[in-house]
Antibody, heavy 118, light 107 residues
Framework: EVQLVESGGGLVKPGGSLRLSCAAS????????MNWVRQAPGKGLEWVSY????????YYADSVKGRFTLSRDNVKNSLYVQMNSLRAEDTAVYYC???????????WGQGTTVTVSS | DIQMTQSPSSVSASVGDRVTITCRAS??????LAWYQQKPGKAPKLLIY???SLQSGVPSRFSGSGSGTDFILTISSLQPEDFATYYC?????????FGQGTKVEIK
């Protein structure tokens, strides 16, 4: 079964750091581009970051550029995002999502919740 | 950045109704458009990719059309399980952007 499982969410103070992980299974992870997408409470979807299968291409939303760092380990079949200098507006459910045909997000994890609050 | 604008923001409909949701891009995106369905507390689910291709396992009552800047998602006969929020998203150029969502509610 194709599956993505996020972990690492939690409560963090403003200015703090957190590292989210996404464990992939059921497909050849290294051949797929991957994304992080977030959703603030009661709000819509916001794309956060993208990494190519090899890890050679990485893109970020302006809202997180310079604060978030995306990486992947194709041996461990895992995707990571290191989130630094967290702000209240980073509070959201964070989803990892596989990029399929046309880079559309065809497989999603269940999400992990990040709350930034003092 | 490419802005994606959906209309309406919400629609009230009955089971069996035909529902159409429109998505407009601020510049041409060819057919690089996807539609997603999201139910409360759940992850989004891909319905349509490249504007009109039905994702495997998605019922045929869902269809997508359009190219360039104007796109439509159609639900031909609304079913109880279709009450949800729908999002369009462009993958033409970074940053990927989503529409603000359209909530389909029970009339």
């Amino acid at each position: 079964e194709v599956q993505l499982v996020e972990s690492g969410g939690g409560l963090v103070k403003p200015g703090g750091s957190l590292r989210l992980s996404c464990a992939a299974s059921g497909f050849t992870f290294s051949t797929y581009n991957m994304n992080w997408v977030r959703q603030a409470p009661g709000k819509g979807l916001e794309w956060v970051s993208y990494i190519s299968g090899s890890g050679s291409k990485i893109y970020y939303a302006d809202s997180v550029k310079g604060r978030f760092t995306l990486s992947r380990d194709n041996v461990k079949n895992s995707l990571y995002v290191q989130m630094n200098s967290l702000r209240a507006e980073d509070t959201a459910v964070y989803y990892c999502a596989r990029a399929g045909i046309g880079d559309t997000m065809d497989v999603w994890g269940q999400g992990t919740t990040v709350t930034v609050s003092s | 950045d490419i802005q994606m604008t959906q209309s309406p923001s919400s629609v009230s409909a009955s089971v069996g109704d035909r529902v159409t949701i429109t998505c407009r891009a601020s510049q041409g995106i060819s057919s690089w458009l996807a539609w997603y369905q999201q139910k409360p507390g759940k992850a989004p689910k891909l319905l349509i990719y490249t504007a009109s291709s039905l994702q495997s396992g998605v019922p045929s009552r869902f269809s997508g059309s359009g190219s360039g800047t104007d796109f439509i998602l159609t639900i031909s006969s609304l079913q109880p399980e279709d009450f949800a929020t729908y999002y369009c998203q462009q993958t033409y150029s970074f940053p990927w952007t989503f529409g603000q969502g359209t909530k389909v509610e029970i009339k």
